[in-house]
């Protein structure tokens, strides 16, 4: 459905009412309120009997495990669900909204975790997509002037002629967030809006967001990331199993405190990495060459040795190589050159079913590309790793109580929420989906693992378990390659981190001398004035 040019009778009553809040005034009533919101889904209620109140000029959170309601919740307000139950009022305003271009013109915009952006269109050319009559695509002069305007106003500098596919990650961020700002929102919902951005590029996105609420906008934060959330949150909304749990400020809460409310138990934040004896060389890549899926060179000359004992962490925004060093060794991806060395021998040219025959585990960045297959059921997925092997095969006959026996364990360890094992593997949501991936690779009985993005879009419950289960692989001798866009998870988790920029090793630092402030300027390729440590 088109955007509409611009806000109508029912969205110019709410910005009346927003006026005083633009002018840095408090406004008299609550912005947003949902209140008793219900949604059900055949065998689901994913919102039960939910309120949340947003004031202008506040940064109010919402947070919860996965399944617990937030997207549902926020969809419903952008108008891609509709309710069973409860009502929506802005501004005191009850309000019906029935698709997201309603939502817009009620003065509610949203960012998405997964950008929304054509690549090959420009900046201008993107917030005017949607627009009617003359600020369509056929007249932009008008959309780049305004669009300059805006830009200058909140400090979100960007080239309105650059095209998106030119443009750093942070930059198609900000171009988001011009383009509901473009529409007068008032109320923003940014939906895991750090998830793959550098440590300055947060830094620059908070200074944003609180310009924002300086002006009596409303934003609804969304993001796992507890740091930030205590950083960045006025009001904090808790959400669990589809309810509201609790609700607190910074002030009165801790990160262990928000962690437990989310889960329901007590939840182990910080690890405790104890040092430890390695052994030899397990994993070895030298001056490794991978090209991407344009024909560029997206690993250019990298080289990393892990030893048995060790987690290696590859830290990086997304883009750098880390899905193309992960897919070679693994033999999904061809070697322009270099070599790969699984326990002392080499793989002249790797293929997933050699590197497995050589005790090496994976778990992919894309689960449902590399990771599961979606038509199969929850236990097909989970044994399709060693469905060859005693004592799920017998005299050539699969022993289908042993398998189920299984699964039914690794279902239950891993916390993978599904029907049943017989459940198709595509109807879970996409945190079950990866925990169906980790729970097949983390036991098999591999002495190499190679781990890309092993919480990405799980809960903080399952994370804690998957980094127990490492932690676990590594003090029994695995050797680890720790890949993740998750900064404090490298950190916090790997004996050694190598940053990968545009393809090639920033450093290769022990934990010790391993910083936030240190590897985030790495992140953005800028390099130590000292020479990194040799690889190895």
């Given at each position: ?80 669900y509709?309710?069973?139950?409860g009502e ?88 988001e ?21 550098t440590?300055?590029?947060?830094e ?6 609180r ?28 959400l ?47 001056g ?13 000359d ?35 050159a ?45 044994m ?61 009985a591999?002495e190499?693992l ?7 879009g ?21 050797a ?57």
């Open positions: 459905m088109a955007e509409p040019t611009d806000i109508t009778a029912a969205g110019a009553a709410a910005l009346g009412a927003s006026a005083d809040a633009l002018q840095g005034r408090a406004p008299a009533s609550p912005m947003l309120e949902m209140t008793g919101i219900t949604k059900r889904f055949p065998g689901v209620i994913a919102n039960e009997d939910v309120d949340l109140t947003v004031l202008g000029g506040q940064v109010h959170t919402l947070l919860g495990e996965n399944g617990a309601g937030k997207s549902t919740l926020v969809k419903i307000l952008y108008g891609l509709r309710p069973d139950e929506v009022k802005i501004n005191g305003s009850q309000v019906e909204i029935g698709s997201p271009a309603e939502a817009i013109s009620h003065g509610i915009g949203m960012i998405h975790q997964h950008f929304m952006l054509v690549p090959t269109l420009t900046v201008a050319e993107n917030v005017a997509l949607g627009l009617h009559g003359r600020r369509g695509l056929a007249d932009m002069a008008p959309v780049r002037e305004r669009l300059m305007e805006v830009s200058e106003r909140h400090g979100l500098v960007i080239d309105p002629d650059a095209y998106i596919w030119q443009l750093a990650v942070g930059e198609r961020q900000r171009a967030i011009l383009k509901a700002l473009y529409r007068e929102a008032l109320l923003l919902v940014l939906d895991e809006p750090t998830a793959v951005l440590p300055p590029e947060v620059d996105l908070f200074a944003t967001l310009s924002l609420t300086d002006e009596g906008r409303g934003l609804i934060f969304i993001s796992h990331k507890l740091a930030e959330v205590m950083d960045i949150s006025d009001q904090i909304t808790v669990r199993d589809g309810r509201v749990v609790g609700r607190t400020t910074p002030a009165e809460t801790s990160r262990e405190g928000l962690a437990s409310m989310m889960v329901g138990r007590e939840v182990r934040l910080v690890r405790d990495v104890p040092d430890q004896d390695t052994g030899e060389d397990r994993l070895v890549v030298d490794l060459s991978v090209r991407g899926d344009r024909g560029n060179i997206a690993l250019d990298f080289s990393v040795r892990v030893t048995g004992g060790e987690i290696v962490g590859i830290a990086g925004v997304s883009g750098n190589g880390q899905r193309e060093l992960a897919e070679a060794i693994f033999g999904l991806r061809p070697i322009e270099g070599r790969v060395e699984v326990a002392g021998q080499p793989i002249a040219t790797p293929t997933p079913k050699s590197v497995r025959r050589r005790g090496v585990a994976f778990v992919p960045e894309e689960r449902m590309r590399h990771g599961a297959v979606g038509e199969l059921n929850v236990s097909e997925n989970l399709l790793v060693e469905y060859e092997h005693r004592p799920y095969v017998r005299a050539g006959l699969l022993q289908f109580g042993v398998i189920a026996e299984r699964c039914q364990e690794l279902v239950r360890r891993f916390t993978v929420k599904t029907p049943s094992i017989t459940t198709q593997t595509s109807h879970l949501s996409g945190g079950n989906i990866q925990k169906v991936v980790i729970a097949r690779e983390f036991s098999a591999a190499v190679i781990v890309a993005q092993p919480t990405r799980i809960d903080i419950g399952a994370a804690e378990y998957v980094h127990e289960r490492l932690l676990s692989k590594r003090a029994a001798g695995a680890i390659l720790l890949i993740t866009e998750d900064l404090d998870e490298a950190l916090q988790m790997s004996d050694r981190v190598v940053v990968l920029f545009e393809g090639r090793a920033m450093c290769n630092l022990p934990r010790s001398e391993a910083t936030t402030d240190r590897v985030g300027l790495l992140m953005t390729g800028v390099r130590e004035e000292s020479p990194a440590p040799a690889l190895g």
